[in-house]
């Protein structure tokens, strides 16, 4: 069987599907996410980051936009560099540059406000990035509680040249999100006692069903 069509295995694609029920939101479908996330790929590469505010917001916060990556940058959704270093053009391909750097940056300085998201993603940010930014700011707060400052800042380096210039605490966060937060924490020591599964505590169990019902209720 060749490789476009494992891509298209009806078994592949039901897998995935359930997949994306495990997301925290109950209505997430990672099929419906994926253009969109798509959407705000292009409108970063295409449109973002040759805009001044992006681009002066990015020198304030030390990290390289895509078109200024050397040897090898990207200054549009319809390049793409090759693994062997080399820039070839693939306009059927989606764009190689991830986002998630750069949400991250936006979190850990306290930047991650919705007209600065919006201005570096474009219209569809809150379907298209907005779930990666929800676990981004749950990240931090684990990063947080994980080690102290020191520990974080490395954690949010990217390399020697674009290290992170200043830590911020989570801004704005709401009590549901650190509820959340502190669930996800919750079942993150269980596990670390091997407390999975059959062993899962009850307790737990029915924090996380009942979290469960209010997501569905809203929907």
Known sequence: MSGSD???DPATMAGLSEASQGSDDSNFDIFEWYPRYQSCQRYFLDHAQHSVPVQALSAFLNIQLPFQKQPFPTFNSSS???TLGQQQQ???????VSLVPYIRRLVATGMDFPGVLHGFFGDDWTTGIGSLHEHERRNYLFAAKSGGWASVKKDYDMGPS???????PLQGPIDT???AAERSW???LAMEDWMVGPRFPD???DSSSQASRHRASRS
């Open 80 to 82: 793409a560099s090759s």
């Open 203 to 205: 307790t737990l169990q």
């Open 90 to 96: 693939q306009p059927n391909l989606p764009p190689s």
């Open 162 to 168: 674009e290290t992170v210039p200043f830590l911020r």
């Open 6 to 8: 494992n891509q298209f």
């Open 177 to 179: 999100e650190l509820e």
């Open 186 to 188: 919750s079942e993150w």
